[in-house]
């Protein structure tokens, strides 16, 4: 069993879709071990991206991921890190496979409606980032 990082981005919530996202996930074998919203502050959202830190994006993406509350998520499952990927689609919807959640839900490669951990490490990191172990269930 796998566990990896889910985030519901602000273009999401705010259209009304968590419901929608939400079971895309259930639909495909992911069990939602942890969940909250939150609103992210600049030093919440800077951190939680540092790597990209560097890139010219930087800054527009912590304005946008603090721009409305999101919905952070562990999903559990075989395969959750590659599976929620999947299901994610592309970085850019434009690019994104027809029927995924962004091929779906999103409008640009700023807005594009959800988070998901690029690798097991980088889950484990984020998960830790979000929850304390007993939120974890
Ligand atoms: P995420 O980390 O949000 O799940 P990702 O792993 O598909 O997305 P990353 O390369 O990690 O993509 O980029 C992180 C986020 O930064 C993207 O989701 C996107 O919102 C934003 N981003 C990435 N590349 C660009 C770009 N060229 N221009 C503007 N925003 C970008
Ligand atoms: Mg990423």
Not at 25 to 33: D, P, T
Not at 58 to 69: K, N, Q, R, Y
Not at 94 to 121: M, Q, W, Y
Request: aromatic share 8%.
């Amino acid at each position: 069993m796998e566990q990896t990082l889910s985030i519901i981005k602000p273009d999401a919530v705010q259209k009304g879709v968590i419901g929608k996202i939400i079971d895309r996930f259930e639909s495909n074998g992911l069990r939602i071990a942890a969940m909250k919203k939150v609103q992210l502050d600049e030093k919440t959202a800077g951190g939680f991206y540092a790597v990209h830190a560097e890139r010219p994006f930087f800054g527009e993406l912590v304005s946008f991921m603090t721009s409305g509350p999101v919905v952070v998520m562990v999903l559990e499952g075989e395969n959750a890190m590659a599976k929620n990927r999947d299901l994610m689609g592309a970085t850019n919807p434009k690019e994104a496979a027809a029927g995924t959640i962004r091929a779906d839900f999103a409008e640009s490669i700023d807005a594009n409606a959800v988070h998901g951990s690029d690798s097991l490490e980088n889950a484990a990191i984020e998960i830790k980032f979000f929850f304390s172990e007993n939120e974890v269930l």
